[in-house]
């Protein structure tokens, strides 16, 4: 495990200053301040009130669940929430933003500080802190790549709600970003307030970066603007530091600006500069109240939170002697959590479940490009092949071909078992007539056996087997099998 993670220069080592503002789209059914649907997708425009398309005279209404579900965000990350909180308009324009300011929360956040700490890949364990989670209603979307000519806007983005969770400067690698975005992502299904889905945009990072000698006061810091993948975000970090220390290095300075990430070639490149020169000219909206949170609002969120991972891992570890790694496995997604709970409460052993789970369907769900959400297999036909393999009904091998079955055809796991004739045979006496003519077969082998290869008893047992059709129980065999051969 390594304790600090630093950049090697041509004059020393630099150490990397990261601090995160995560964009998590809020689930919610409509928008943060109407009632056009918030859902992602349909046709450009079709999900647009006259409030999102800043008709005039039209005001905006807030949305009590999205309320709710930043304050569950900052309860599941153990922040402080603030009982009096305010929208502020910041004003800017650009195409896609129809009113010409934004509604969000500068001075007042619905949520102060929290932290979350992470186990990044090769590093001992961090705790980030977060410094705050505001809510504020996303931009529309300009489209470049329809015309040559022309740039076209989509506002069925605007006016969605999105709560920003600020960290502080806290990470100081490639591995802590990528670890602190994961487990927020994580964070965020479980309690249900954002899909995570960074492919379609709802939650995105814009990433600040700085440099500076081990122990020495911070640098200047850029900003890479909505990287949309933990792959991306570790990249960026990467690209942005190393960039930073040859600029150094070679005489330069760094200019505070605004940059975009290039997927395909892992680089960063300039946007805009003098970020902190931009006047927003931020005053309290004036057609919104400040928000203020009642007792009984606050108990029922927190009443409403669920087993969160950190604590489901450790019971899982605890409880029921899952190991570390399976537990991980398990809870890192609140899907496959889900449906392994389901399994659970068929009556399976939790060990081994859990070890069916990480290894045969999670091999089988990957051969097959699915997800735990596709799995062909549901957690009671999962239980009730676990159960035939405990109770002795089906061995290992006819296990496997069970439920290879069950992913072709989605039949239950006894009715495979009946109509093909798969049930293991405990049955001596016909274990004892197979392996009778077996030894018959080659009794050139058997007394080479008792004069000391021993290691020809696992052919025994292969032949035996092959003659059950892989059907015979395989502890009755390896028992008859030593009396015929004493």
Known sequence: MTATYTVAGKTGPWEIVVGLEVHAQVISASKLFSGAAATYGGAPNTHVSLVDAAMPGMLPVLNGECVRQAVRTGMA??????????????????????????????????????????????????????????????????????????????????????????????????????????????????????????????????????????????????ETKNVNSVRFIMAAVEFEAKRQVEVLEGGGTIVQETRLFDPDKGTTRSMRSKEDAHDYRYFPDPDLLPVELTDAFLSECEASLPELPAAKRTRFETVLGISAYNAAVLTADKDTADWFEALLATGVEAKRAANWVTGDLFGALNRLDKDIATSPVTPAAAGELLALSADGTLSGPLAKQVFEIMLETGEAPGAIVEARGLRQVSDTGAIDDAIQAILAANADKVAQYKAGKEALFGFFVGQTMKAMAGKASPAVVNERLKAALA
């Open 77 to 222: 990350l153990g922040a402080q929430i603030n009982r009096w909180s305010r929208f502020d308009r910041k004003n800017y324009f650009y195409a896609d933003l129809p009113q010409g300011y934004q509604i969000s929360q500068l001075y007042h956040p619905i949520v102060g500080e929290g932290a979350l700490t992470v186990e990044p890949e090769g590093e001992e364990p961090k705790t980030i802190g977060i410094e705050r989670i505001h809510l504020e209603q996303d931009a529309g979307k300009s489209v470049h790549d329809q015309s040559p000519t022309l740039s076209y806007v989509d506002l069925n983005r605007s006016g969605v709600a999105l709560m920003e969770i600020v960290s502080k400067p806290d990470m100081r690698s490639p591995a802590q970003a990528g670890a602190y975005v994961r487990s927020l992502r994580e964070v965020l299904r479980y309690v249900g307030s954002c899909d995570g889905n960074m492919d379609e945009g709802s939650m995105r990072a814009d990433v600040n970066v700085s440099v500076r000698r081990p122990g020495e006061p911070f640098g200047t810091r850029t």
